[in-house]
């Protein structure tokens, strides 16, 4: 069983439609991610939040708009997507972000997005 | 040149064999290293992550080499179930940095 929790497993939208993504962790990690990823690819990151802040953002297209409501919760906020944007997103966490602990990453399950 | 390279296989090995799989990575000073593993249309779960010194956890092995910039992972006595990508991930210091995979498939 996966500690961290996303929600929705799959989703099936349209090009115009507005929909979320969430993931949830209460393992007190304070650094919570978003990757995406395509058949037969790493991860790719898009955010990174620290602390509830937003620390990194790998110039991803503004049809993307992470939000971090609490330091449990991470969402991701999907509008006028592309086909190109089918994949599967994962969410992960870790205990924090910048550091030399070597605390690595948990991933949720993931969240299997097709756009038609 | 890429943060971390593998080699993606795949490997086919038999049940029982050993096999091993390397990684390289660019970044001297990459702090943490870890090995995950990923089924096919799954998440990537942690295996382990490698300390200098080398660490077993039970019919895995792994091992770090600085000077050579290398992570290996050795997998011992080969079960079905280890059929997977297998991810050679590199921590700098804000930063995890992921290798391309690579695929093991065991035969009966």
């Known amino acids: 069983d996966t500690e961290v929790t996303q929600t929705p497993k799959h989703l099936v939208m349209g090009m115009t439609n507005k929909k979320s993504l969430k993931c949830e962790q209460h393992?007190?990690?304070?650094?919570m991610y978003w990757y995406k990823q395509k058949a037969k690819k790493p991860p790719e990151l898009m955010f990174v939040y620290s602390y509830e802040k937003l620390s990194i953002n790998e110039s991803v297209p503004s049809r993307f708009s992470p939000e971090c409501p609490n330091s449990s919760l991470l969402n991701l906020h999907l509008h006028a997507l592309q086909p190109e944007d089918s994949a599967l997103y994962l969410c992960a966490s870790s205990q924090v972000f910048a550091d030399s602990r070597g605390q690595p990453q948990h991933f949720g399950d993931g969240t299997r997005l097709s756009i038609l | 040149r890429k943060e971390v390279e593998q080699d993606p296989g795949p490997f086919n090995v038999p049940e029982g064999a050993t096999v091993a799989f390397n990684c390289t990575y660019s970044n001297s000073a990459s702090q943490s290293f870890f090995w995950y593993r990923q089924d096919c249309r799954k998440e990537p779960k942690l295996l382990m992550s490698?300390?200098?010194s080398g660490n077993e956890d039970g019919r895995f092995t792994a091992q770090l080499n600085r000077a050579s910039q290398y992570i290996s992972l050795l997998i011992r006595d080969s079960k079905l179930s280890d059929s997977a990508t297998y991810l050679c991930?590199?921590?700098?210091?804000?930063?995890?940095?992921f290798g391309s995979g690579t695929k093991l498939n065991v035969k009966p």
């Open positions: 991930v590199v921590k700098g210091f804000n930063k995890f940095y």
């Open positions: 490698v300390y200098s």
């Open positions: 393992m007190g990690h304070r650094a």
